[in-house]
């Protein structure tokens, strides 16, 4: 399968600062990138999506940017709240195919 | 809207024994569900993609015969973890999706222990 890893397994951030989340890739063949958030105990949570005809989208305080040049992933948090502290995937996909492969996690605690 | 539950959330069960685990999609209906098995600290792996209907697709190393899933309608998925054993422990979670390039809604997991 495709190899979806992250640069850090851990980040602690202080509340209100952001943070970036990064994700690396290795399919080229990939067209769409998911990120979600896993609390403890649950199901992953969808966060926030993109295409890979797009380098950026913009949700309510969280920012994915897509580099496409070196199969680069982040997602950007701002103003990090206590209550984004979660373990955060990315997943990618092609279009046309069934199935997500996810990294392998970070693990995101904020300070208050 | 998109809302997936999963029954039971946890479950604990005796080695050798068979065990259920029910993924429904509440107010959609899912032409394609998937079955993730996640260990502690780790990702998400997919296990199996079941379309209505049809049998499952597995991944390269899931036994199709230890773990029997069966879409029988648009908004059920079961997954049978037969003659279970400690090493099946871990937590099972389900998605689905509504259309063939639709996102996929996770459902909240089962956590199995296997005694």
């Known amino acids: 399968g495709e190899s979806v890893g992250l640069h850090l397994p851990t980040l602690s951030v202080q509340e209100g600062d952001n943070s970036i989340i990064n994700c690396a890739y290795s399919?080229?063949?990939?067209?769409?990138f998911i990120w979600y958030k896993q609390e403890s105990g649950k199901g992953p949570q969808f966060i926030i999506d993109?295409?890979?005809?797009?380098d950026k989208r913009q949700g309510q305080r969280v920012t994915v940017l897509l580099n496409k040049t070196v199969k680069h992933l982040s997602l950007q948090i701002a103003a990090t709240q206590p209550g984004d502290s979660a373990v955060y995937f990315c997943?990618?996909?092609?279009?046309?195919?069934?199935?997500?492969?996810f990294g392998t996690g970070t693990r995101l605690t904020v300070i208050p | 809207g998109a809302v997936v539950s999963q029954h039971p959330s946890r479950v604990i069960c005796k080695s050798g024994t068979s065990v259920k685990i029910e993924c429904r999609s509440l107010?959609?209906?899912?032409?394609?569900m998937f079955w993730y098995r996640q260990f502690p600290k780790k990702s998400l792996m997919l296990m199996a993609t079941?379309?209505?209907?049809?049998?499952?697709?597995?991944e390269q190393g899931v036994e199709k015969d230890k773990f029997l899933i069966n879409h029988a309608s648009l908004t059920l998925s079961t997954l049978t973890v037969t003659s279970a054993h400690p090493e099946d422990s871990s937590f099972y979670i389900c998605?689905?999706?509504?259309?063939?390039?639709?996102?996929?809604?996770f459902g909240p997991g089962t956590r199995l222990t296997v005694t």
């Open positions: 998605s689905a999706r509504r259309t063939f390039e639709g996102e996929q809604y």
């Open positions: 399919n080229s063949a990939s067209d769409y």
């Open positions: 993109i295409r890979s005809n797009m």
């Open positions: 997943a990618e996909g092609q279009t046309g195919a069934n199935n997500l492969f």
């Open positions: 107010d959609f209906q899912a032409t394609t």
């Open positions: 079941s379309n209505e209907g049809s049998k499952a697709t597995y």
